[in-house]
């Protein structure tokens, strides 16, 4: 059913939404609804982010929230609790969105959060709602949930299930929420399809298209995106590999297959790979599913998928190896970057962390600078040493290595940051630096993928823990 057959007009502003989970997408959400007009109530179990976040502060780094976070509140049309009575109580169409992150030991998604979020809503429901799921999770996933709320709340059948899936780039989350390149709506009633337009309808005002399709395609929307774009990404990886060996530049390849347009050039990036919370858990998760509904064959490609991704990290210490001498031990190396992609201080499966947590483990000692992940990345590696700008990271270096594509790197001056470190040498890791500009000023430039050769440690001349004279 299309959307324009529905006959109702619907007053936006009186839509009473509950967002569950105020984690990245969920505060996300939280502000985006109550901007678009609804009165919003964000809940979640952690206090001290329900607190930050009713005082106006916004718990990570996201462009343009912080100030969407702001009018919102000043609207009085947001606000936060840790009371899931008022929460369900206010909300006529409730959003769960919590973490489906990896389970320890296992590549399938760990649905704790997402069980727990159901079970607490469908325990305080006594009248007809919708329950919107817009967590990542394994298809099958919602038809089980589905059952599991009917069964469990006052309400019965009156409380319906939906899946919307998002589709949200850190540091354009605010943009791809009120305007995305599409909505998908996985519903089981026309009811379901009729409240979730009223809630989103001034999105679909704008001319946005609205899949709608049943439960378990709508799951699938999203792994199946994520898994496309993590094989375009591997695949322009991949052949990096073969132009490292045989002498040729993978830039200029990806920007020769860009122009074929069956093929485009997003996402066609050569460099040091993808990571953050979505892509490497979900592929990994997908292919997991895959394998329990009995098809993990048609799959089996989303491995190695993975397995070029990771490989990137070690090329990339090989890389910094090679112009450290060909020895990492008691070198200086600035490490730029620490978040897993520019515009946000999100440290999950971070490549760019990975690398510098490598170097240390050779005996280098890696000076990381990050314009707004330093603070995530000492939580997690705390024996790195973490500089405080990036004339303090690029200090006496030997080697400088650009791993994350901050603008702040891409536009510093190379000679200027050549004063200031003990030797010109610098890898890039994202291919985003001027080579020529950098040459010009004597420095000796190097990009994975590039042309020149890079020579590899074997495995057993790499030692496997932190040397304590790296880590002060």
């Known amino acids: 059913m299309s959307t324009s057959e529905q006959p109702e007009r619907i007053d936006h502003q009186r839509n009473r939404v509950t967002v569950v989970g105020l984690g990245y997408l969920g505060a996300t959400h939280a502000i985006c609804m109550a901007k678009l007009g609804h009165r919003v109530i964000g809940v979640d179990v952690d206090a001290d982010k329900v607190a930050a976040l009713q005082d106006g502060a916004l718990p990570f780094h996201e462009p ?7 009018g919102a509140l000043a609207t009085h049309r ?23 992150p990896q389970k320890e030991g296992t590549d ?13 809503l469908a325990a305080r429901l006594t009248r007809r709602a919708l329950i919107v799921g817009k967590s990542t999770v394994p298809v099958g996933t919602a038809q089980r949930l589905a059952r599991r709320v009917a069964a469990a709340s006052p309400a019965g059948d009156d409380v319906e299930v939906a899946w919307n899936p998002e589709f949200l780039r850190e540091g354009f989350a605010v943009e791809d929420t009120l305007h995305p390149d599409r909505l998908v709506f996985g519903v089981a009633s026309d009811w379901a399809l009729r409240r979730l337009t009223q809630v989103l309808g001034p999105v679909l005002s704008t001319g946005v298209p609205a899949i709608v399709c049943d439960l378990p395609t709508a799951e699938l929307v999203k792994v199946a995106a994520n ?55 979900d592929i990994r998760a997908f292919a997991h599913r895959a394998e329990e509904l009995g098809v993990g064959g048609t799959l089996t490609f989303l491995r190695e998928v993975d397995q070029v991704n990771l490989r990137r990290r070690a090329r990339m210490v090989d890389l910094i190896r090679e112009l450290a001498d060909g020895d990492l031990r008691g070198k200086r190396i600035a490490a730029l970057g620490a978040s897993f992609k520019p515009d946000s201080d999100d440290v999950r499966d971070a490549p760019a962390l990975e690398v510098a947590r490598m170097l240390a483990m050779e005996g280098a000692h890696v000076r990381v600078y990050d314009p707004a992940a330093a603070a995530n990345a000492h939580r997690i590696y705390p024996d790195l040493d973490y500089a ?17 594509e901050w603008q702040e790197f891409i536009d510093a001056d190379p000679e200027s940051m050549g004063r200031h470190v003990r030797h010109r040498r610098v890898a890039d890791g994202r291919r985003v630096l001027d080579a020529a500009r950098y040459r010009l000023a004597g420095w000796d430039y ?23 004279t790296a880590l002060r």
């Open 227 to 281: 898994a496309f774009l993590a094989t375009k990404i591997s695949f322009i990886n991949a052949m990096a590999e073969i132009c490292e060996a045989a002498g040729a530049d993978v830039g200029l390849l990806a920007q020769a297959l860009g122009h074929d347009s069956r093929i485009g050039s997003r996402f066609l990036k050569p460099g040091l790979g993808f990571g953050g919370g979505c892509l490497p858990k």
């Open 446 to 468: 190097r990009a994975l993928g590039g042309p020149e050769r890079i020579v590899s440690v074997p495995e057993e001349n790499r030692t496997g823990e932190f040397p304590a």
């Open 108 to 120: 399938a998604a760990d649905l704790t959060f997402v069980d727990a979020a159901f079970d607490a």
């Open 388 to 404: 405080a700008s990036l004339a303090a990271a690029v200090d006496d270096a030997d080697v400088v290595a650009l791993l994350t």
């Open 64 to 70: 343009g929230l912080q100030e969407e976070l702001s």
């Open 78 to 100: 947001l606000s936060f609790t840790t009371d899931f009575d008022r929460a369900v109580e206010h909300g006529d169409t409730l959003f769960v969105c919590v973490g489906t």
